[in-house]
């Protein structure tokens, strides 16, 4: 039967397969990287599925991975500046223009290794010092990996692989290969040990034991006898060891990559382990010293007394007191007593650091006492004692390990020295206060002037020199100078009428108050006559308030004779002159009247 090709088409009503969209770009990250290539990228978008390359600019990925359909690791090839970063599937290129910079890095540096040699079985841990060693990405022995930690972009640490000879170790980061530095694998040789201590303990196990000899670094294994021993390898000559439970005579054996010691007897006893229940004093200072007494049982047969990993010499008592001098040290340590039973128990013992002071303030205050003054040092917590001079302060608060504020004894004038006493000893800041006389004042002159202030007077007194402040009743003087230990300059601040006290204070407290008076300006109201002849020789009544204390009558610029005959009357004489009017004035402490016209007139003729 024929076909007909109408009868292959889809029916006009059937819906249409839809193609595959292509691939969309909407990040990468990082955004940018070495031009050598070899950066992890990620990149994000859509219709990742299937895809068959990945593209930086016109180059493809030198690997790729789809992570999903919407996520794609890369790694970079070499390139140059800005590129754009493309996905291929078989539904076509994606066209976003998302950008990949290609950065210009140096290759690392690599200065020195420390240490520059260990053992063949690797383990050790070499600091690599250099440059340029951000984002690292390798630490090779030879060709061999190492493990390591970036530190820093000059400094780098890793675990030297096992190897033999000689290796150049390098560093990979995103700028290429470091050179290499050697590094020298060593042949480990069998360790030695020498002696135990102490070299018996308990059946009970329990006892530190300080195992000394040669050759014990990379240290796998501490024995006592078949019994494994918890242990710390201090140094190539010296390892801690916890003894196990056992009996009898064990061998102590150490085992390195070089292989295992020769053995040292261990005993082990019956004897009961040696318990403190005390330490007094309980603490003392970092340079050692302190003459301790240890309290407790099964102290007799005392072989051995450590503050920490350091010992101590010590005398028995008895069974249940012992005395030792403690050596230097710092912070809180275990104190330990060991017989041929073990090592017992520890009690806390504190090393306490010497106070010092770095500065008093204020630094003077006067010298009845009572002011607060703040001391700043270090290690002041538990301060027993404040002293100014010889004197202990009259009360004192620790505030913190910096910081005590204390109150100032009473003291004859002069410098002192300030102690702070503790357990852990003394610091002293000498001539560091300052005892101030309290000032005295005497005079001032004049004793009087204007409402208005501004004038300037002289304060003769005693202990001025440290004035602070100088006041006219409860105003302070805004400018003064302090001419001597005996006077001072001052500007009069303004005033209400009438007596004000003026003081002065220093760090010494403040003085006796001596009497300044505020005086109004007087006022001229009136002239009696208010003419006169030339010649004059004639005198006129000024009539006005305020006269009391005035000291000069001026008649133009002239002064005349008068006589005060009341705080509002003075009677002048007028001096000759020129035909015409002319100012008269008064003047007195508060200032200069406004002035009246007195007219001079000619003589009539004859």
Same mark, same amino acid.
């Given at each position: 039967?024929?076909?007909?090709?109408?009868?292959?088409?889809?029916?006009?009503?059937?819906?249409?397969?839809?193609?595959?969209?292509?691939?969309?770009?909407?990040?990468?990250?990082?955004?940018?990287?070495?031009?050598?290539?070899?950066?992890?990228?990620?990149?994000?978008?859509?219709?990742?599925?299937?895809?068959?390359?990945?593209?930086?600019?016109?180059?493809?990925?030198?690997?790729?991975?789809?992570?999903?359909?919407?996520?794609?690791?890369?790694?970079?090839?070499?390139g140059t500046g800005t590129v754009q970063v493309t996905v291929t599937t078989s539904a076509g290129t994606s066209n976003q223009f998302v950008t990949y910079g290609y950065t210009t890095l140096s290759a690392p540096v690599l200065s020195a290794l420390s240490p520059s040699s260990g053992p063949a079985a690797g383990g050790t841990v070499v600091t690599l010092s250099g440059s340029g060693f951000t984002g690292a990405t390798a630490v090779r022995f030879g060709a061999v990996p190492a493990s390591f930690t970036v530190v820093s972009s000059t400094q780098i640490a890793a675990t030297a692989?096992?190897?033999?000879?000689?290796?150049?170790?390098?560093?990979?980061?995103?700028?290429?290969?470091?050179?290499?530095?050697?590094?020298?694998?060593?042949?480990?040789?069998?360790?030695?040990?020498?002696?135990?201590?102490?070299?018996?303990?308990?059946?009970?196990?329990?006892?530190?034991?300080?195992?000394?000899?040669?050759?014990?670094?990379?240290?796998?294994?501490?024995?006592?006898?078949?019994?494994?021993?918890?242990?710390?390898?201090?140094?190539?000559?010296?390892?801690?060891?916890?003894?196990?439970?056992?009996?009898?005579?064990?061998?102590?054996?150490?085992?390195?990559?070089?292989?295992?010691?020769?053995?040292?007897?261990?005993?082990?006893?019956?004897?009961?382990?040696?318990?403190?229940?005390?330490?007094?004093?309980?603490?003392?200072?970092?340079?050692?010293?302190?003459?301790?007494?240890?309290?407790?049982?099964?102290?007799?047969?005392?072989?051995?007394?450590?503050?920490?990993?350091?010992?101590?010499?010590?005398?028995?008592?008895?069974?249940?007191?012992?005395?030792?001098?403690?050596?230097?040290?710092?912070?809180?340590?275990?104190?330990?007593?060991?017989?041929?039973?073990?090592?017992?128990?520890?009690?806390?013992?504190?090393?306490?650091?010497?106070?010092?002071?770095?500065?008093?303030?204020?630094?003077?205050?006067?010298?009845?006492?009572?002011?607060?003054?703040?001391?700043?040092?270090?290690?002041?917590?538990?301060?027993?004692?404040?002293?100014?001079?010889?004197?202990?302060?009259?009360?004192?608060?620790?505030?913190?390990?910096?910081?005590?504020?204390?109150?100032?004894?009473?003291?004859?004038?002069?410098?002192?020295?300030?102690?702070?006493?503790?357990?852990?000893?003394?610091?002293?800041?000498?001539?560091?206060?300052?005892?101030?006389?309290?000032?005295?004042?005497?005079?001032?002159?004049?004793?009087?002037?204007?409402?208005?202030?501004?004038?300037?007077?002289?304060?003769?007194?005693?202990?001025?020199?440290?004035?602070?402040?100088?006041?006219?009743?409860?105003?302070?003087?805004?400018?003064? =100078?302090? @001419? *001597? +230990? #005996?006077? &001072?300059?001052?500007?009069?601040? !303004?005033?209400?009428? /009438?007596?004000?006290? %003026? $003081?002065?204070?220093?760090?010494?407290?403040?003085?006796?108050?001596?009497?300044?008076?505020?005086?109004?300006?007087?006022?001229?109201?009136?002239?009696?006559?208010?003419?006169?002849?030339?010649?004059?020789?004639?005198?006129?009544?000024?009539?006005?308030?305020?006269?009391?204390?005035?000291?000069?009558?001026?008649?133009?610029?002239?002064?005349?004779?008068? =006589?005060? @005959? *009341? +705080? #509002?009357? &003075?009677?002048?004489?007028?001096? !000759?002159?020129?035909? /015409?009017?002319?100012? %008269? $004035?008064?003047?007195?402490?508060?200032?200069?009247?406004?002035?009246?016209?007195?007219?001079?007139?000619?003589?009539?003729?004859?």
């Amino acid at each position: 039967m024929a076909v007909h090709p109408s009868e292959n088409l889809p029916s006009a009503s059937a819906p249409r397969p839809l193609a595959d969209a292509p691939p969309t770009v909407t990040s990468v990250s990082p955004t940018s990287g070495s031009a050598a290539g070899g950066t992890s990228v990620t990149v994000t978008g859509t219709g990742f599925t299937g895809a068959t390359a990945v593209r930086f600019g016109a180059t493809q990925a030198t690997s790729f991975t789809v992570d999903s359909d919407t996520q794609i690791t890369a790694v970079t090839p070499q390139g140059t500046g800005t590129v754009q970063v493309t996905v291929t599937t078989s539904a076509g290129t994606s066209n976003q223009f998302v950008t990949y910079g290609y950065t210009t890095l140096s290759a690392p540096v690599l200065s020195a290794l420390s240490p520059s040699s260990g053992p063949a079985a690797g383990g050790t841990v070499v600091t690599l010092s250099g440059s340029g060693f951000t984002g690292a990405t390798a630490v090779r022995f030879g060709a061999v990996p190492a493990s390591f930690t970036v530190v820093s972009s000059t400094q780098i640490a890793a675990t030297a692989p096992a190897g033999s000879g000689t290796a150049q170790v390098t560093v990979t980061a995103p700028g290429g290969t470091s050179n290499g530095v050697a590094y020298t694998y060593t042949s480990a040789s069998v360790p030695v040990l020498s002696s135990l201590n102490p070299s018996s303990g308990p059946a009970a196990g329990g006892t530190s034991v300080t195992l000394t000899g040669s050759g014990f670094t990379g240290a796998t294994a501490v024995q006592f006898g078949t019994a494994t021993a918890s242990f710390t390898v201090v140094s190539a000559t010296q390892i801690t060891a916890t003894a196990p439970a056992g009996s009898g005579t064990a061998q102590v054996t150490v085992t390195t990559p070089g292989g295992t010691s020769n053995g040292v007897a261990f005993t082990y006893t019956s004897a009961s382990v040696p318990v403190l229940s005390s330490v007094s004093p309980n603490s003392g200072t970092t340079a050692g010293g302190t003459t301790v007494t240890l309290t407790g049982t099964g102290l007799a047969a005392t072989s051995a007394v450590r503050f920490g990993a350091t010992a101590a010499s010590f005398t028995v008592v008895s069974d249940t007191v012992l005395t030792a001098v403690a050596p230097p040290g710092n912070g809180t340590v275990q104190v330990t007593v060991t017989t041929p039973g073990g090592t017992g128990n520890g009690v806390s013992y504190t090393y306490s650091v010497t106070p010092t002071l770095s500065s008093v303030s204020p630094n003077q205050g006067p010298t009845s006492g009572g002011n607060t003054v703040t001391l700043t040092g270090a290690h002041l917590t538990g301060t027993t004692e404040v002293d100014f001079g010889a004197t202990p302060a009259t009360s004192f608060t620790v505030l913190s390990p910096t910081q005590i504020t204390a109150v100032a004894p009473a003291a004859v004038a002069g410098a002192v020295d300030i102690t702070v006493t503790a357990p852990s000893g003394t610091g002293t800041l000498q001539s560091s206060y300052f005892f101030v006389n309290a000032p005295v004042v005497t005079a001032v002159a004049p004793l009087s002037g204007p409402l208005a202030g501004g004038n300037t007077v002289t304060l003769l007194g005693t202990h001025l020199v440290e004035a602070t402040a100088v006041r006219f009743a409860n105003t302070a003087a805004s400018s003064f =100078t302090v @001419v *001597s +230990d #005996s006077q &001072i300059s001052v500007v009069v601040p !303004a005033g209400v009428a /009438g007596a004000a006290d %003026v $003081t002065v204070s220093t760090a010494g407290g403040t003085s006796n108050p001596v009497t300044y008076t505020y005086v109004a300006a007087p006022v001229l109201t009136a002239l009696a006559p208010a003419q006169g002849p030339t010649s004059g020789g004639n005198t006129v009544t000024l009539t006005g308030t305020h006269f009391s204390q005035v000291t000069k009558v001026l008649v133009g610029t002239v002064p005349v004779g008068f =006589t005060i @005959v *009341s +705080d #509002s009357h &003075i009677v002048a004489d007028v001096p !000759a002159g020129a035909v /015409g009017p002319v100012n %008269v $004035t008064v003047v007195g402490p508060g200032g200069t009247s406004a002035p009246q016209s007195y007219t001079r007139v000619s003589s009539p003729g004859i």
